[in-house]
């Protein structure tokens, strides 16, 4: 039987700023600096042997969702505790349970690892923000669902307070490395308001674990790109060779797929599915962002931002885009994209999330004719700032789902077109001038 009122998932977030405080840890993304996942686990009962507690995982990151397959949570435990239930959520293995006769545990592991339930589990299974097969939204893309709940019973435990040992290495997966999380620290107990919003009650014990994200820790190459082109030069830069990888035919003949290929859809259907599979670049990147300096006005200018996806096994549910440039600040119109400005520090506007409208282009396809989406941005000049010189019309840099994207180095910029160049004045020609003048 669920202990908790079934709360909606912003009134759940919000239930955590009224019980704990943040504990500040040191983040790794500069556009996002104080930006984690932290993990409440509350005891809301105490049992013969231990204790019952709801685990609940918040994304407090702007624009780092966790995507499918989910999140995987795992940990050790202080002593020999066993869980004797879980709703919400399971451990994926039992472990050797041979010394309990009868009633047998849900798992006997001593470093237990639990994943989300998925989509229409039963209702007698369930409680409140579970069973989303994983899936957490970012924190400013969708703040309702940026957060994912379980409960679990714990057996051969403390029975108070005092006698409670914190659980210690908690590990997430979302959905793989990438996450450091700190050690459990006990903060405030959490406050829980009643339906009628006239009374409050309390856990009898909470503490909170936290976890920041490093891209260097997640992946060993990055995962996308940028080029650039603009109106006023015909240099169009892409990408630069082997960001992602490099094609190698002769040694990896499987490593990406030319998009010409014969029966393109039956090569993908039949080749393993437990790897990436690109379209044959010269970057060989599954993510590219192109920006393009489309037209200028007198008082405005335009940009027009294409993501294109090369990944054939991979549809983007939920994409984002952040993109830093010093004009943002004065960004008056943007087109079949949502934006919100982003301001990781006090008086600095400079930073934008660009992401998809819902049912008509949040879905980023895969490789193929309908993968990739596009928008216009239209800035406002200001003559204080603006130029077209030296590169400052392109972003300084871009994130494609929390992901830094590698730009092209800046000596490869469009520059603006060499002015003609100057006449010398010369005795001569200054008296062929004034003769004209007096005809």
Known sequence: MELLPKLGGLALLLLFFLSSTL??????????????????????????????????????????????????????????????????????????????????????????????????????????????????????????????????????????????????????????????????????????????????????MTWNITCTYS?????????????????????????????????????????????????????????PSNQPLVQCTSHMCPIRVHWHVKLNYKEYWRVKVTITNFNYRMNYTHWNLVVQHPNFDNLTQIFSFNYKPLTPYAGLNDTAMLYGVQFYNDLLSQAGPLGNVQSELLFRKDKSTFTFEKGWAFPRRIYFNGDNCVMPPPDTYPWLPNSSPLIPITPILTYVLLLLLHL
């Open 23 to 204: 504990t500040s840890v040191e983040a790794y993304d500069a556009l996002d600096p104080n930006g984690n996942v932290t993990i409440k686990w509350d005891v809301i009962s105490w049992t013969p042997d231990g204790y019952v507690a709801v685990v609940t995982i918040f994304n407090f990151q702007q624009y780092r969702h966790i995507p499918s397959p989910g999140w995987t949570l795992g940990w050790t435990w202080a002593k020999k505790e066993v869980i004797w239930s879980m709703m919400g959520a399971q451990a994926t293995e039992q472990g050797d349970c041979s010394r309990y006769k009868g009633n047998v545990p849900h798992c006997c592991k001593k470093d237990p690892t639990v994943v989300d339930l998925l989509p229409g589990t039963p209702y007698n299974q369930q409680i409140a923000n579970c069973c989303k097969g994983g899936v957490i939204s970012s924190w400013v893309q969708d703040p309702a669902n940026a957060g994912s709940a379980f409960q679990v019973s714990v057996g051969a435990a403390g029975t108070s307070n005092k006698t409670v040992k914190l659980p210690k290495n908690f590990t997430l997966r979302a959905p793989g490395p990438g996450y450091t999380c700190g050690p459990a620290k006990i903060v405030r107990p959490t406050q829980y308001i009643t339906a009628d919003k006239r009374r409050r009650t309390q856990a009898l």
């Open 215 to 271: 891209q260097f820790l997640a992946q060993k190459t990055p995962s996308c790109c940028v080029s650039l082109s603009t109106f006023y030069n015909e240099t169009i830069v892409n990408c630069p060779t082997c960001t992602c990888g490099c094609k190698n035919n002769a040694t990896d003949p499987g490593s990406c797929l030319d998009p010409n290929t014969p029966h393109l859809e039956s090569v993908v259907s039949n080749s």
